[in-house]
């Protein structure tokens, strides 16, 4: 009994470890990046709120990262099926999209860069599109999420810039620690423990109510190897009669569509036998006699009642 008990605990808990690890490791997360052996996560620059900052004219910028803006844009010509808008600068005539979300980082020259595009369209630009393009440089002296700079735009000195390159000085641009495979798989196991935890109290009290019918202080759940032995057991056994009922209703549902109603095929032999009877009985079919008190067959109906009829008029 023991031995069974371990034996479904450990796979269990191997098959949820598994799975959390395969999530957790399948694909590369967005807006991190691996180069030269070192790691940088840009994922803490998120923020709720936009970061803004004023350029030439006074106008503004609202900006985010590796998300979309938080601030309601307001007739950009960016469509919401194109994606979510990574930063728009306030115009009279409406807000300019300076490129849509992007979380894959480059490595150029030694700086982190992300580059953003199919922002609004351009002014006096067939075909062109807004852009932008952000150097982020690790700087260990700003500690806070540090403020992007515009340092030059396309066209330049104009108000109805097409693209715009700006630089970002912060620590969080500076190489960090990875997590590893084996604290991924720590934290896993920590996180499965508390699931299983969690289902075995609620499990073990449903098994005091329902199974044992204890109350009060009773209904608390026990620790024990039996007590989780036979909540296993009860726990198997219901999940097995669910799968057996739902197998056995799929079956009658297809044996007899009642929806539908589709007969099978003895059934639908049979009234095609019944209906080709009752059409060829006024015509084919035999008389039928019937039997007086002393088993005699009694006169035919049809002619010979209406011979007997005609002659009773005669008289």
Known sequence: MTTRCVWKLGHLLLATIFTF????YADEKPCTLHSGGKYYDLTP???????????????KIY???CKGVATDPWNTGVSEDEGDIAGLIRRDHGDFAIGIVNTTLEMVEGGLMLRQSNGSPCKDMDNVRGSSSIRFIC??????????????TFPPNSEDACHYELE???HFACP????????GLFVSCIITAMILFMLYMVASTLYNYFVLRLR???????????HAHEILDVSYEFFKSLLYRDLWQSRRRRDVNSASHHWTSREEEEAMFTAD?????????????????????????????????DRVSRL
């Not at 620059?45 to 106008?59: C, P, W």
Request: hydrophobic fraction near 30%; glycine fraction near 16%; aromatic fraction near 6%.
């Open 277 to 309: 009877s009752l059409e060829s009985g006024g015509e084919g079919a035999p008389p039928v006699r019937s039997m007086d008190d002393s088993g005699e067959a009694g006169p035919q109906s049809g002619r010979e009642g209406e011979g007997e009829g």
């Open 21 to 24: 690890s395969v999530f957790a």
């Open 45 to 59: 620059l998120k923020s709720s709120k936009d970061y803004q900052f004023e350029i030439d004219a006074g106008r």
């Open 216 to 226: 009060g202080p009773q209904l608390l759940p026990k620790f024990t190897l039996q």
């Open 63 to 65: 900006l985010n990262v």
């Open 139 to 152: 700087d260990t002296s700003v500690f806070a999420a540090g403020n992007p700079v515009v340092i030059d």
């Open 168 to 170: 970002w000085r912060t």
């Open 176 to 183: 960090t620690g990875e997590r590893g495979v084996l604290s």
